[in-house]
C-alpha cells in the first residue's frame, strides 16, 4: 500500500516536473515562465522528499522557489514586457530542426545508458532516520566538505560584488546618455 | 526503499536537463534562457540526490546545495547584465548581440 501512495506522488510529482518545463521553455511572455519555473522548482522539492533529502528539499522552496524567482520576477517586472519573441513563429528554423535533433539524441542516450545498467541501480543502501536532516547535512558540511564550504561562500561574495559593479556601470552609463 | 527506484529518477533528470538544453538554443530572450539553464542546474540536481539516495550518502546532497549556491550567484550575475542591457536600450535577443564593445 505505502509503494502505491509512493508511485502515485512520484507519477504526480513527475508529471508536474515535465509539464512545467516544457511551460517554461514554451511561454511567451517571461512573467509566466518565471512562474512555472516557480511550479517546476516546488514539484522537484517533492521528488526530493521521496529521496530523503529533507534539508535539500527544504532549501529548494526557501532558496530557489522563494528568493531567486522573486528575484527574476522583479528584474521582468523592471524590464517590462519588451521582448516581443514568439517562440515558435514563422515555422521552424533550421536551428530549431538541429537543437530538437541534438536534444533526441542526448534522451536517447541517457535512456540507452540507463537500460544497460539493469540491476545495478535497483540496489539500494540501507538509510537511518538521520538521513538528510539539517544535523547531519551540516556536520558533513563542516568536516568532510569545509574546504567546498568556504569556497562557495567566496563565490557568494564575488558574485554580489559583481551584482553591485554591473548595477554602478549601467547607472553610469544611464546618467551618460541623458542629456 | 519505496517506489520507484534510481533509474527512474535518471531518466525524469535526463529529461529535464533536455528540455533545459532546448530552452537555452531555441529561445533568443536572455531571461528565458536564464530560466532554462535553471531547468538544466536543477535536473542535475535530481540526479545528484537520487544517487546520494542509492549509494545511502549525503555527500551528494551536500553536492545539490553547493549547486543550489552556484546556481544562485549565476542568476545574480546574469540578471545584472540583463537589467544593464535594458537601461542601454539594447534590444533583448541574444541573436542580436555579435559584439563585445564595451
Known amino acids: 500500500m505505502a509503494n502505491f501512495i509512493v508511485w502515485c506522488v512520484w507519477c504526480v510529482a513527475a508529471f508536474a516536473c515535465i509539464a512545467s518545463a516544457l511551460g517554461v521553455i514554451s511561454f511567451k511572455n517571461p512573467f509566466f515562465s518565471a512562474l512555472a ?67 533526441g539524441a542526448i534522451l536517447a542516450e541517457v535512456i540507452v545508458a540507463l537500460a544497460l545498467t539493469t540491476g545495478n541501480l535497483s540496489k539500494e543502501a540501507h538509510i537511518d532516520r538521520s538521513f538528510g536532516t539539517p544535523a547531519s547535512i551540516g556536520r558533513l558540511f563542516l568536516t568532510d566538505h569545509l574546504l567546498a564550504f568556504e569556497v562557495t561562500s567566496i563565490v557568494l561574495l564575488v558574485a554580489a560584488v559583481g551584482g553591485v559593479v554591473l548595477g554602478a556601470h549601467a547607472r553610469a552609463l544611464d546618467e551618460d546618455a541623458r542629456p | 526503499m519505496h517506489g520507484p527506484d534510481v533509474g527512474w529518477y535518471l531518466v525524469l533528470a535526463g529529461v529535464l536537463f533536455v528540455t533545459g538544453a532546448l530552452g537555452v538554443l531555441v529561445r533568443r530572450s536572455p531571461l528565458i534562457i536564464l530560466l532554462s539553464v535553471e531547468i538544466m542546474l536543477n535536473g542535475s540536481n535530481l540526479a545528484l540526490i537520487a544517487f546520494a539516495r542509492r549509494l545511502g550518502q549525503e555527500d551528494g546532497q551536500v553536492f545539490a546545495i553547493a549547486v543550489m549556491a552556484i546556481a544562485a550567484s549565476e542568476v545574480v550575475v546574469g540578471l545584472g547584465l540583463i537589467v544593464a542591457m535594458g537601461r542601454r536600450n539594447v534590444e533583448l535577443d541574444v541573436d542580436k548581440l555579435r559584439t563585445l564593445r564595451g
Request: hydrophobic share 60%.
Open chain 1, 37 to 103: 519555473l516557480i511550479g517546476n522548482l516546488a514539484s522537484l522539492a517533492v521528488l526530493y522528499l521521496l529521496l530523503g533529502g529533507e534539508f535539500v528539499a527544504a532549501g529548494q522552496v526557501l532558496v530557489y522557489g522563494g528568493a531567486v524567482m522573486v528575484m527574476f520576477l522583479f528584474v521582468i517586472a523592471y524590464l517590462g514586457d519588451r521582448t516581443d519573441e514568439a517562440p515558435w513563429a514563422g515555422g521552424p528554423s533550421w536551428q530549431a530542426i538541429g537543437t530538437v535533433l541534438a536534444a
